[in-house]
Each structure stands twice: as C-alpha cells, then as structure tokens.
C-alpha cells in the first residue's frame, strides 16, 4: 500500500563490509561541482555500493551509492540514465532527456531511451560526494519529485521510488544483499537457478548427484466443510479516510454526495461500497460473509486484530479492499500477498487468481504480486495477522485514485459493481479447484 509508505528504503549499513562512516557525515562542497545541482553548501559521502542486482532474473550493473542520509543509517541510490539504459525494450521503457534551457529532467514513459553514453560508468572511480538536489523529473508532462542526489553532475534516486514512478516491482534480499527488479509482464525466477559456475562443469561420472528439491510451501490448514467463508476487511473508514486524490469530473458517491470536478476524493469513497457489492454477489452464489465493517466507520488495526483472529476457524480465506495513491502518475492494480507463499502455495496462486481476473477485464497491472516480509513476519499488518493463526489473506489495490484516468474505472456505480465482479469471480475460480 504505497500511499502510505512510499518512502520505503531497505536499511543497508551491514552491507559496507569493511568500511566504517558515521552517520550524516559532512563534506565540504568542491568548487566544480554546478550550482544548479546543489540545495546547500554540504555534501555527503558516497560509498561505491557492493549490493547485487538482479532485472528479471539477470544481474545488471548499474552504478549505485551508498549515501548517509540520517541517523539511522544509508541508503542506495542509483542513476537515472541507467536504469532507462536497463528497461530499453521492457514493458515499463522510458526515455530521459535534459533541457539545457529549462534545466529540467524530462522523461517520456513507453518511449525508447537514446544512450549519451554514461549509462553503467562511473564518472570517477571509488567513493565520491554526493549533494542534495531539488532538481525534479518532468513525467509525461507532470511534475514528479523524488528525494535524490547529484554525484558528479548525475542525478541518483532511491530504487524504490523509481519503481514506483515508472512502473517496475523492487524487492531486497537482505541474507544475500541482493536487490531484485521485477518488470510487471516478468514471470520467471528472481535470479539465475545458479550462480556458481562450478555447478555448471561435468561432474565426476563415478559420482551420483541427487538433486535436493525445492521447500514445499506450507499449506493453508485445510477447513473443509463444503461451505466457502470469506471474511471482508473493509480498509480504512470513518476518520480514517485513507489514500487520497482529486476528481477528474463531477460524480456521486455510494452515499449519493457529489463531488464535483477538482474536489477530493478518497479510500473511503470506494472502499466500502465495493466490499457490500462483493458481499452480496457472494452470498448470492452461496458463499457466507463475514465483514470487518458495513457503515463507514473507523476500525482500529487492533480492532482488526480481534476481528481476524475470532473468526479465524470459521473463514477460508480474508480479502482486504484497498485503493492506491503515490504521486499522480503511478496506475494499475497491485496484489499484496503472505511471504510464505512468496515461492508458491495457495497465497500465490490466490493472487495470481485475481490478477487473471483483473487483466481479463481490461485493468493493467502496475506491478507483480508483492510479498514483502517485514521484522516480525509479514511486512502488512492485516497479512501478518491472518498468517499467525494460519488464515489464507490477500490485499487488493485495485487503481490509483490519484491518477486522473486510472481512478475513472471506478467513478461510477458500474465500476464499482465491476470491480467486486471481478473479485467475486477471481474467488470462485480459485476455489474451483482448491477446498473449503
């Protein structure tokens, strides 16, 4: 759910073996550095990074720093040029250019990205200073701000947010220290089946290698009774109004308010009419609800707490409704699921069931299914309390309400009823071929 933590950065200080900085350490600007990239008179040290990275199953090396930013810790940042340089001829392509006379970064999402030639280079080798900049990125015409750095005239952004605006999934490893990429139509494993090149040299013939298989994926406790229960998290509600974004045109709510062109809109405008829409379709097919909320109201997360953990032995399986925000620009649906079913199971394969469902009816994915692991087990707090007592969940971020053409599938009574169908029936096919 990215409206709230967009700001999201893996803590990689353990990943500077050998070198030792204290945090928020200052540097003296040089005199060559362009003032145009500098918004103070400081600058911070840059450690050559040491992470690996992988784009849809194979390593890349872009040029990435490690940068103190806080007391907390560093955090990796990388060029924006190479990362275009990377997606050339992916899904979620973009081109990047520099107006000398504006002196604005410009890019162009889906167009092909011309190389300069700085893509994948250092412009000097070793640690470098790295000075903070307000220099924002002009996105298909819309202004896009990200946190970011100039080191030797290269602007440098966290991986994160740069999956967030153009559209690509990043995930951290944290035993490897790998950072994974993930374009939205990738399918395949997140890195090579191997990366030691001995396993690839003929073994002894006198020696019989058994290959050891995969872990199995724990399954869900099976609750057979031959009646499907599905418990309905209804995100956000009363003061609690969620993600918010404005109208594109003048509509009315489930609660018949208009909003006119321009006004707010928010989580808890979509939300709760979608999940009695999806109520009633799957008790009309025989299902049992239950609900987290009917009226728009707030419910604490240890309300929510109580809710999934009292009904855990008599639901199947929990859905929780969301809607998305990030900056404007960001579209499509996203699909939140357990991590211990982040190498199979039937947590994937429920996702996967919805995103079947979602690309059917024409939504676009914004990026793979998400399992993000966290200090204590899953990183989503609704996720994480289905998991301890062993109830099957998923989190759906069905559009970005802040995007004026992504949230016009759902500014109407029919958007909302098609968006519950498509979960109605995303359900029903999962449980086609699984128990209940």
Known sequence: MRKRFIAFTLLFSSMLSGISYAANEQVEIQTDTPAVYATNTQGKKAYVSQMEIYLDGEQVKPIAYLISVD????????????????????????????????????????????????????SSSGDQVAYETDS??????????????????????????????????????????????????????????????????PSNPDDTIIPTPPPTPEPTPSKVDGKLTVLIDVGHGGSDPGAGGTTPYDFFTYQNRRVSAGDGIYETDFNLPVALCLRDLLEASGATVIMSAETDKTVSFSDRKKIIESNANKADMLISIHHNAFNGNASGFELLAQIKYKNGGDGYELAQAFEKQYLEDGRKRHAPTVFKEGSNGDYYAILRYAANVDLLAVISEYAYIDNA??????????GIEREAQSMHDAIWDFYSTHEY
């Open 71 to 122: 007391a907390y810790g560093a955090y990796t940042y990388f060029k924006l040029r190479d990362l275009a340089y990377l997606m050339n001829g992916k899904d979620c392509q973009f081109s990047v250019d520099y107006n000398e006379k504006t002196k604005q970064i410009v890019a162009k999402s889906g167009e092909k990205y011309t190389p300069n030639g700085s893509e994948m280079k250092a």
């Open 136 to 201: 924002p990125i002009w996105l298909d015409g819309k202004k896009v701000e990200m946190e970011a750095y100039n080191i030797n005239g290269n602007t440098y952004y966290k991986l994160r947010d740069m999956g967030e605006v153009f559209g690509f999934d990043v995930s951290y490893k944290d035993s490897s220290k790998q950072a994974i990429i993930r374009t939205p139509s990738y399918t395949g494993p997140d890195t090579p089946e191997t990366n030691n090149p001995d396993e690839n040299k």
């Open 405 to 414: 053409n992504d949230v016009e599938c759902i500014l109407s009574n029919e």
